[in-house]
C-alpha cells in the first residue's frame, strides 16, 4: 500500500530517551513484576544503532504500519487536506464548523462556533500522530504536559471526520490521552501522573521501534561491535525462542484489547508474562468479539490454532509491510497441504485466496464516527478462521451505536471494548476563547 511508503526521519524524537525503572534485558520470562530489576532506560538506544549491522531489516520495518504509527506532525505525516476549501469540517450544526491550517511549521485545528458577530473560536496545535492512516489517524494535542485528543480525525476514504466516538455538532477539546494509549500507539512516553495524561515533554520515542519489541539494545550492540567482551549469549531478546505463550503475549500487549494495568504502563517486557501486567478479563466464551482490535482472542477461536502450534508468527513478519493475500494463502497451504487429508476436500483449488472467504473483512463497532449525519464504520480482516455460510455471517450490527456509548440492554455481554475510554468522557465541555 502506498500509504506505507511515507517517511519521516523525525519519528525518533531523542535517540537516548532517559531513565525510568523497567525491567533487566535479559528478564526471565516469568520474573513476577514486583521484583523487576531496574534497567536504565538509556540502555534504549534506538533504531539507528540497529541499522549498521541489520540496515535492510530498518529499512522495511521503518515503512510499516508499526513504525509509523506515531509520529511528530509534519507535512508528510498528516494525511489530511490543510488546502483553502477542502480544509473544513462542517458539522451537524449549523453554528459550529472546524478549520485545519498550516502556518508555517505549524498544524492548528480551530473550532469556530456562533452566529456573526457573536463568534468564538478555540485553536489548538496538532502535537502528534496516531495512526499510520491505514483506516485514519487521530490529533493529539499539548496543553502544558497535558496530553489531549482533537476533536477533528482523518478518515481514509472520508477526509477530515469527527473523531471516533466524538458526538457530530460539539466542539470537545477534553478527551485526555491516558498511557495505554500511548503503551499501543508509541515506543516510550514518561507518564508524570497525576493527573492521568500529563508526560515528560523530553525524551518520548514515537513509533514502534526495534527495542519495542527485543529489549534494550546497548549491551548488544557493544558486543556486536567488539566494544564489549564476547559472551555466550547476544545480550538482545529474540521472540522467535519465546515459548508459544510468550510469543502469543508479545503481540497480545497491544493485539487483545484494553485490558487493566496492575503494573505501571510502559513496564512490561517482551518474554514476560503479560497477565502479570496487565490483566484482561476472562471473555465469555459465548460471547461475540468485536473483529476489531483483538485479533488475539478471535485467532484463539479458531481449530486451526487449537489444532495446532499457531502463532501470530506463522502468518506474520512484524519487520516488512505484508498485504499481499496470495503469500498469505501460501501460510494455509503449508498446513493444508494439497495432496494431503488437511486439504479440504470439496471445491477447493490450491491456487485460490484462502483469505476473504475463511478471514473476511467486517465492519467494526468498536471504532464508529458520525460523518455527515452517518456513522461510518471501518473494516476490519476478521482473525477467526472458519467456514462463513454467508459473506457477512456475523458482521451485521449485533449492538449499533455501542462505540458511541448508547450501550442497550438487548446489546448482550461485551467482553471487550478496545476504546471505551472513548466512551466514559466528558461530552460537552464549555468552548473556551484562546
Ligand atoms: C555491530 C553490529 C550490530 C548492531 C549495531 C546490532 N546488531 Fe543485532 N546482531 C548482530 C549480529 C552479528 C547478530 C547475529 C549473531 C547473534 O545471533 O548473536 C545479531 C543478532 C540480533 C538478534 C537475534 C539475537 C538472537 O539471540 O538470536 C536480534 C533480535 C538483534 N540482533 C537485534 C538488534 C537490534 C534491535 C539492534 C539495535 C538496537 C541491533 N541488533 C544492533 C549485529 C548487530
Ligand atoms: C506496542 C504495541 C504493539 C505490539 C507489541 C504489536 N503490535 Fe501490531 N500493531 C500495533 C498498532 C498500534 C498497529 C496499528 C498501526 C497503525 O496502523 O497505525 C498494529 C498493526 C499491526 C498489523 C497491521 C499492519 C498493517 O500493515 O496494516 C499487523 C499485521 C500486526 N500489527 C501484527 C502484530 C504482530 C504479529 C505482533 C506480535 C509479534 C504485533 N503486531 C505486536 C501495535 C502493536
Ligand atoms: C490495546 C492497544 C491499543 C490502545 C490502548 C489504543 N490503540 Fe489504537 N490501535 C491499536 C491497534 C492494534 C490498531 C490497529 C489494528 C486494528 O484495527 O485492530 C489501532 C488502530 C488505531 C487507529 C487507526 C490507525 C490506522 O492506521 O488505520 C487509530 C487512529 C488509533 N488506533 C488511535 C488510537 C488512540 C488515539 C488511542 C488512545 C486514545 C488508541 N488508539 C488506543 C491498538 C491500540
Ligand atoms: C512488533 C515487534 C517487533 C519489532 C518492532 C521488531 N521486531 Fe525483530 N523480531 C520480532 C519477532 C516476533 C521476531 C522473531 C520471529 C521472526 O523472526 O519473525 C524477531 C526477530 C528478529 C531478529 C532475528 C531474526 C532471526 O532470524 O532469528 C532480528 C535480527 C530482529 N528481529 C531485528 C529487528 C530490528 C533491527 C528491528 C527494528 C528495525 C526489529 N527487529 C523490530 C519482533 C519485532
Ligand atoms: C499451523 C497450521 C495451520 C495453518 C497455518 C492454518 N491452518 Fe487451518 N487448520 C489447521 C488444523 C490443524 C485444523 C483442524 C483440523 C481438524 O481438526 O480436523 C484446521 C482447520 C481449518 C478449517 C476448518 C475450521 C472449522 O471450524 O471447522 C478451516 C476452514 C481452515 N483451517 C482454514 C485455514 C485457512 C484459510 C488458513 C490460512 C488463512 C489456515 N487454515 C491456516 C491448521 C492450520
Ligand atoms: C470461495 C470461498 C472459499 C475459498 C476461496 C476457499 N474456501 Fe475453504 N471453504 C469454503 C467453504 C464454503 C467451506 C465449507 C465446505 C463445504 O461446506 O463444503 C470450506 C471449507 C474449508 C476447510 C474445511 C474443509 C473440510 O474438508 O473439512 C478447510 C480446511 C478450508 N476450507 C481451507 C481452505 C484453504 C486452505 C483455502 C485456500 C487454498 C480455501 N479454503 C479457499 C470456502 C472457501
Ligand atoms: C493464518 C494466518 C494469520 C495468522 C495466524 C494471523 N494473521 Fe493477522 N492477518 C492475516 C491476514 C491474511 C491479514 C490481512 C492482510 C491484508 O488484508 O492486508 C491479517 C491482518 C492483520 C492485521 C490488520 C487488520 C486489519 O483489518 O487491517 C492485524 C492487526 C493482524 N493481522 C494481527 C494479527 C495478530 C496479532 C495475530 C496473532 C493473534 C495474527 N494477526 C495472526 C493472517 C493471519
Redesign the pocket.
Known amino acids: 500500500m502506498a500509504l506505507f511508503l511515507v517517511l519521516t526521519a523525525s519519528a525518533q524524537t531523542h535517540p537516548n530517551p532517559p531513565q525510568t525503572p523497567s525491567d533487566a534485558t535479559s528478564a526471565s520470562a516469568a520474573s513476577p513484576t514486583s521484583d523487576k530489576k531496574a534497567v536504565q532506560r538509556d540502555d534504549y538506544v534506538g533504531d539507528v544503532a540497529c541499522s549498521s549491522c541489520h540496515q535492510g531489516l530498518v529499512d522495511t520495518f521503518h515503512q510499516t504500519a508499526h513504525y509509523l504509527t506515531s509520529r511528530l506532525p509534519s507535512k508528510d505525516s498528516i494525511f489530511g487536506n490543510f488546502t483553502p476549501g477542502a480544509n473544513i469540517l462542517k458539522t451537524s450544526n449549523p453554528d459550529l464548523f472546524f478549520r485545519m491550517e498550516q502556518k508555517e511549521d505549524e498544524f492548528l485545528q480551530t473550532a469556530v462556533e456562533g452566529v456573526p458577530p457573536y463568534i468564538e473560536s478555540r485553536t489548538e496545535r496538532f502535537g502528534l500522530v496516531i495512526g499510520s492512516a491505514g483506516k485514519g489517524q487521530t490529533y493529539l494535542y499539548w496543553k502544558d504536559d497535558r496530553l489531549f485528543q482533537l476533536p477533528v480525525s482523518y478518515w481514509n476514504q472520508l477526509g477530515w471526520v469527527n473523531s471516533p466516538g466524538y458526538r457530530d455538532g460539539v466542539a470537545n477539546f477534553e478527551r485526555p490521552v491516558i498511557p495505554r494509549c500511548l503503551e499501543c500507539h508509541a515506543t516510550y512516553f514518561e507518564p508524570v501522573p497525576p493527573p492521568p495524561n500529563r508526560y515528560r515533554r523530553t525524551g518520548f520515542v514515537v513509533g514502534i521501534t526495534c527495542e519495542k519489541c527485543h529489549g534494550a539494545g546497548r549491551e548488544h550492540v557493544l558486543r556486536e561491535s567488539g566494544k564489549a567482551p564476547v559472551a555466550a549469549d547476544s545480550a538482545i531478546l529474540n521472540p522467535a525462542r519465546f515459548s508459544r505463550d510468550r510469543q502469543m503475549d508479545l503481540c497480545a500487549w497491544c493485539h487483545k484489547g484494553h485490558g487493566i494495568a496492575i503494573a505501571p504502563t510502559f513496564s512490561y517486557l517482551p518474554g514476560e508474562v503479560l497477565e502479570q501486567s496487565i490483566e484482561f478479563p476472562r471473555p465469555d466464551p459465548n460471547a461475540q468479539i468485536d473483529v476489531h482490535g483483538d485479533q488475539v482472542d478471535l485467532l484463539k477461536r479458531s481449530r486451526c490454532f487449537q489444532s495446532s502450534a499457531m502463532t501470530c508468527l506463522t502468518c506474520h513478519n512484524v519487520h516488512t509491510t505484508q498485504h499481499d493475500l496470495a503469500s498469505f494463502?501460501e501460510r494455509?497451504?503449508s498446513c493444508?497441504k494439497p495432496g494431503t487429508d488437511?486439504?479440504?476436500?470439496?471445491?477447493?483449488?490450491?491456487d485460490?485466496?484462502?483469505i476473504?472467504?475463511?478471514m473476511p473483512k467486517q465492519d467494526t463497532n468498536l471504532i464508529v464516527f458520525d460523518w455527515k449525519g452517518n456513522k461510518k464504520k471501518p473494516q476490519v480482516r476478521n482473525h477467526w478462521i472458519r467456514?462463513y455460510?454467508d459473506t457477512s455471517p456475523v458482521s451485521k450490527s449485533w449492538c449499533d451505536g455501542l462505540a458511541l456509548g448508547n450501550v442497550s440492554a438487548d446489546c448482550g455481554p461485551q467482553p471487550f471494548k478496545a476504546f471505551d475510554f472513548y466512551l466514559s468522557l466528558p461530552n460537552r465541555p464549555p468552548l473556551k476563547r484562546n
Open positions: 494463502s494455509c497451504l493444508h488437511a486439504f479440504p476436500k470439496m471445491h477447493h483449488q490450491a485460490s485466496n484462502c476473504d472467504c475463511h467456514v455460510r
